[in-house]
């Protein structure tokens, strides 16, 4: 029901705007986020975004270079990512959940999960 796409190999500094497309039901009043899992590494938070897109949260590693946004009447969410680094390098999944973004960001237990794309950032 979560489809994520638009990643790829990209040079460090290049940008990249993955995508997220819901289908099957309207997640416009899920909290919606992007957690990523490089090799090797454990999955890890990204960013999130209320499903008002009024708040939105993202790890302290990525903060000002990547912006999570929604668009509830196509039923997607986006992250833009510039500047990336070879360290951003890693399979990227999207997920909704029903509950508050100020908590479920915190958790992995999301109701929903997409199947990844894979960003390699090359130095």
């Known amino acids: 029901q979560l489809q994520a796409s638009g990643g790829g190999l990209v040079q460090a500094g290049d940008s990249l705007r993955l995508s997220c497309a819901a289908s099957g039901r309207t997640f416009s009043r899920y909290t919606m986020g992007w957690f990523r899992r490089a090799p090797g590494k454990e999955r890890e938070f990204v960013a999130a975004?209320?499903?008002?897109?009024?708040?939105?949260y993202y790890a302290d590693s990525v903060k000002g270079r990547f912006t999570i946004s929604r668009d509830n009447a196509k039923n997607t969410v986006y992250l833009q990512m510039n500047s990336l680094k070879p360290e951003d390098t890693a399979v990227y999944y999207c997920a909704a959940d029903p509950g508050a973004v100020s908590r479920i960001r915190l958790s992995y237990d999301w109701n929903y999960w997409g199947k990844g794309t894979l960003v390699t950032v090359s130095s």
């Open positions: 975004s209320a499903w008002s897109g009024g708040s939105t």
